[in-house]
Each structure stands twice: as structure tokens, then as C-alpha cells.
């Protein structure tokens, strides 16, 4: 119960979220600063607050972080392109390709009542983006949609 009340009494600091190995090496080597995924985990997000990286697939753990500059939240998720153009971490294809793989999941509803719509989007315009020294194994496990961080 202890534990309950305390976590109730921390602050949001930020978020982290699963890249895949093989995505990391775009923001801390090619530059890209646009972070795009469903919107999940963000109703608390702020400018100023940090987005660290956890690495999924292999060599798992926090690999890096960021401050989040900015937080667009669109339904189609190829606008982001329109906006930000190669700054975006993956390729339009590799978005294609993977909003079909949702729509094949049924991944991108969002049920009210009766009532189904797709999931709006997220992105996430970074600065100061700096990988760690060596993956650090987390605490607690981080899921597919996410996580906050807190102090």
C-alpha cells in the first residue's frame, strides 16, 4: 500500500519507449530527431521533458535519451512527413509497411461504446539527443505502448 501512495506522489519527468536495435543508430548517428508512434503514453507530456530510448530486440535497455521540443498528435501519421520530412526516424515506406501490419493486428482501434475510430498518432520533435555509454538494464519492464518517467 506504501508503495501505491508513493508512486501516486512522484513526478512525471518524462517518458520512455521501445526502438528496435536496428532504428537507434538514426538518432544518435544520422540525425533524425522525429520520434513517431502511436499515441500512447503522452496525455501527461510535456516540452522540456525527456524521451529515453529503450532499446528492444536485442541488447536491451536504455540506450540514450533526449528533451522533447516539441508534441504533434495527428490521425494520419503521414502528415508527420509532410512536416518534418527525412527528420522522421523511419522512411514513408517503412511507415506504409507498418500501418498495415496494424490494420492486419487490429491495432489501431480505440472503442467508446459502440463506437470504434483508429488511434491518432504521435511525434515527438527532439533536441538534444545523446546515446549512453553502454545500455542500461531498467528497473522496472518497459511495454510496447510505453512508459512515464518519474522522480
Keep these: 500500500m506504501d508503495r501505491f501512495m508513493e508512486s501516486e506522489e512522484t513526478t512525471i519527468t518524462g517518458v520512455t519507449f521501445p526502438v528496435p536495435k536496428q532504428y537507434m543508430h ?3 548517428k544520422e540525425g533524425k530527431t522525429i520520434f513517431v508512434k502511436p499515441a500512447t503514453v503522452f496525455k501527461e507530456l510535456r516540452r522540456g521533458m525527456r524521451l529515453v530510448f529503450y532499446q528492444s530486440h536485442e541488447d536491451t535497455g536504455y540506450a540514450g ?11 494520419d501519421p503521414l502528415t508527420f512527413f509532410d512536416t518534418y520530412g ?5 522512411t514513408r515506406d517503412e511507415m506504409i509497411a507498418y500501418l498495415g501490419n496494424q490494420e492486419r493486428w487490429k491495432a489501431v482501434r480505440v472503442r467508446k461504446g459502440n463506437e470504434s475510430r483508429k488511434r491518432d498518432w504521435m511525434a515527438l520533435e527532439l533536441e538534444d539527443i545523446r546515446a549512453y555509454g553502454a545500455v542500461q538494464k531498467p528497473e522496472r519492464f ?3 505502448g510505453g512508459r512515464y518517467l518519474r522522480e
Design 65 to 75: 535519451e533526449a528533451t522533447i521540443r516539441r508534441i504533434l498528435i495527428a490521425q
Design 86 to 90: 527525412d527528420a522522421v526516424f523511419l
Design 26 to 28: 538514426r538518432f544518435f
Design 142 to 144: 518497459v511495454p510496447v
